[in-house]
């Protein structure tokens, strides 16, 4: 059964070395974030579960040590998905050197979004970690049944939900400026703020898709998985930095 849930946004600017002279100005998200995956470890799960949005062909369940990579942003930094096993360094589950020459660019096995988990789990020893990259595009009833099943997979099961908010909430977004995302992202944020399983049930697939929201399909997942759990949240941090709507929040 969900016994607590983290969601944070998944922009890779989140790892210092991905957005280099711009990283402080994302420090308060990143201690938000922090905190939630502090939230998860008091839990005490059996076992975590990232979710996240994937593109083909991420897409599916990865096991604890999958590795991913900020390559692609230029910055020479790899990450695995929970602990290496042996290890007792809780450095050694990322490793970087942004002096050293680009060695050939390695096969991805994690989507972004949970390379970014990965990210933020380093160091992470309170339970097993597996992965889940979903689709965007993916229906809400499935979202439903996929959040049903992780959450009956263990006996204390917590999630850490992956997804930004709409992208469109300033000119100088990435989807330029749209007079619908703002709303959407207070409605967003009013139910994780909440736990409100049901308001998060009913999000717009269609709106979400066009206001270029990531989080939808992860957050009825986690919809799905705290039916009948009777958790309360509270939401630790929500701002647009870059025209992008991102929230932080945590359901025990």
């Known amino acids: 059964m969900l016994v607590a849930a983290a969601v944070c946004p998944c922009p890779p600017l989140l790892v ?22 502090g939230v998860l470890a008091a839990s005490r799960p059996d076992r975590l579960v990232v979710i996240g949005p994937a593109d083909r062909p991420h897409r599916g369940a990865f096991a604890e040590g999958a590795t ?18 042996g290890a007792g ?22 989507p972004p979004s949970l390379a970014v988990a990965a990210w933020l789990l380093r160091g992470w020893r309170a339970a097993p ?8 595009q993916l229906e809400q009833p499935r979202c439903a049944a996929a959040g049903r099943a992780v959450a009956e997979a263990a006996g204390r099961v917590a999630l850490l939900v992956m997804g930004d908010g709409s992208a469109c909430r300033t000119v100088k977004a990435p989807g330029y400026l749209d007079e619908r995302a703002e709303p959407f992202d207070a409605a967003v944020t009013s139910a994780l ?16 898709d066009a206001l270029k929201v990531s989080g939808r399909a992860p957050w009825q997942v986690l919809a799905g998985a705290a039916q009948g759990a009777g958790l309360a949240g509270e939401l ?14 945590t359901w025990t």
């Open 16 to 37: 210092p070395e991905v957005a280099a002279g711009a990283a402080p100005e994302l420090d308060a998200l990143r201690a938000s974030c922090a905190d939630a995956i």
């Open 68 to 85: 991913g990579s900020f390559r692609p942003f230029g910055v020479v930094l790899d990450v695995r998905l929970g602990s290496e096993p």
């Open 89 to 110: 360094d809780p450095a050694a589950d990322v490793t970087a050197d942004a002096t050293a020459e680009p060695a050939a660019e390695p096969a991805l096995t994690l």
């Open 129 to 136: 970690v597996e992965g889940l990259g979903i689709g965007g």
């Open 193 to 208: 703020a909440a736990a409100d399983t049901d308001a998060l049930t009913a999000l717009d697939a269609e709106l979400a």
């Open 236 to 249: 630790l941090y929500e701002a647009a930095p870059y025209g992008v709507g991102y929230a932080v929040a």
